[in-house]
Every structure is written in C-alpha cells, then in structure tokens.
C-alpha cells in the first residue's frame, strides 16, 4: 500500500546553504578579531570588511531562495504556539547572523575613518558582541529544537540533517 504520510524535505540547494552557513559560521569565529588593536593592520581590517560583506550577501541570497521556494517541514497539526516559535527563532537567526557582519563592518569604517577609540566605536563593539552572545543562544534553542524531532521522529530532522536518520 502507498505511504500517505507526508515526507517533507528540503532541496539540495537548501541543505547547501544551510550546512554551507554553519561551516562559514565556524569559520567566522575562529578567525575573530581578538583585539580592537588588531584593525591598525590594513590587510586584516580590508579582509574582516570582505569576509563580512561577503557573509551578508550570502545571507541575503539564502533568505530569498528559501522564502521563495521552502516550507518547514512541522507537520501540519503542529499546535500554533509551537509554529510561531519555530518562525520566531529562525526570523531572529536571520536578524542576528545580519547583525554581526553588520556591524562588524560598521566597526571597520569607524576605524578606517579615525574614530579609532572613545564612545561611538566602543558603542558598535557592544553591539556586536551583544549580537554574538544573541546567535549562541538562538543556535542553542534551535538545536535543542531538532533534537527534540529526532526524538519525535516525525520528519523535521530527517528533512535537512544527513545523519542519524529516522
Ligand atoms: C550555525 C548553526 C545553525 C544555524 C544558523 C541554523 C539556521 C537554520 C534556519 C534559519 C533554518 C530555517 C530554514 C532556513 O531558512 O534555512 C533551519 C532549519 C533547520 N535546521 Fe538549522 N541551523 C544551524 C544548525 C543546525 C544544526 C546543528 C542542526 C541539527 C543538529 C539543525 C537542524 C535544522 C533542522 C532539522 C531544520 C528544519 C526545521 C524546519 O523544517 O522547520 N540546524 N536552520
Ligand atoms: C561575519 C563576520 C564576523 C564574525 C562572525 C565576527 C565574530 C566575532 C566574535 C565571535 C567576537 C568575540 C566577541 C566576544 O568575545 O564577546 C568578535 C569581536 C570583535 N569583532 Fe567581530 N566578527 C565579524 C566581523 C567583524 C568585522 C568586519 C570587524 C571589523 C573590521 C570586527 C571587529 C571586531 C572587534 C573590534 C571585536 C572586539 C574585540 C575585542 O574584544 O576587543 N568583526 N567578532
């Protein structure tokens, strides 16, 4: 007999920007600025500005193709809280993964125009850091989120996780 259950799965192309932007994410905080003194090098600053800017366009591609072309795999008889969560926690990823590079570069144009110290850069760096603290807290409840799928088995991890399957 037919399965009538619905399986729902994300498009290559959606799990490549997904996974892609995980490991750029990484990437990002390996290579972090450790210290505000560390811009007064020209090829740094220039290669944090592009690793930023680069990051955001990204970031704005995936927002369109996915708005565009996906639905989240919640089945339908998920209860409307839970929805509303799920869309709140992955608007807010969106929000704050924008929110670093951008200011980020903000930092980087003070910086590069002079404002080297004193309220207005310390400002942004807060900011920044702030938006930082945001994303591991965001990324902690969304993974806690498809853990509890996993354990649910009802196709949310399945349908953009490439291991343990259900
Ligand atoms: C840097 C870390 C991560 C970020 C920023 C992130 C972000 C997102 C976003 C924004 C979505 C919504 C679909 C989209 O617009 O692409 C999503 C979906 C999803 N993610 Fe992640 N993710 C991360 C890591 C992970 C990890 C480690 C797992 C699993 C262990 C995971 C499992 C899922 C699943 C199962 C969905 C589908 C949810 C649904 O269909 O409603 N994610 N992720
Ligand atoms: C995608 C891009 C970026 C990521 C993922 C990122 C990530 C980080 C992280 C994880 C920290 C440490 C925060 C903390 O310890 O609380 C940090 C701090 C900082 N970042 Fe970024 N950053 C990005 C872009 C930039 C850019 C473009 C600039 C400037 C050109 C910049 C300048 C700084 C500065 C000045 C600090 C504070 C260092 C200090 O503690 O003195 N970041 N960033």
């Known amino acids: 007999m037919e399965d009538l259950t619905e399986k729902r799965n994300y498009s290559y192309i959606a799990k490549f920007f997904h996974w892609g932007f995980v490991i750029l994410f990484i990437y990002g905080l390996i290579k972090q600025v450790q210290d505000i003194e560390q811009l007064e090098n020209p090829s ?12 955001v366009i990204l970031l704005l591609v995936r927002f369109i193709y996915m708005k565009r072309t996906q639905k989240t795999s919640l089945p339908e008889h998920t209860p409307k809280l839970q929805k509303i969560a799920a869309k709140t926690v992955h608007y ?8 670093i590079p951008l200011s980020g570069m903000l930092i980087g144009l003070l910086f590069w125009i002079g ?8 400002s942004v760096v807060t900011l920044h850091e702030i938006s930082i603290d945001l994303i591991y807290i965001l990324i902690g409840i969304h993974i806690s989120a498809a853990l509890f799928h996993r354990i649910k088995r009802d196709g949310v991890w399945s349908s953009m996780v490439p291991f343990l399957k259900e």
Not at 44 to 55: C, H, I, K, P
Not at 92 to 99: K, P
């Open 115 to 122: 404002l080297q110290d004193g309220l207005i850069i310390e």
């Open 44 to 55: 740094l600053l220039r290669f944090e500005v592009l690793f930023a800017f680069v990051f």
């Open 92 to 99: 807010g990823m969106y929000f704050t993964l924008a929110a």
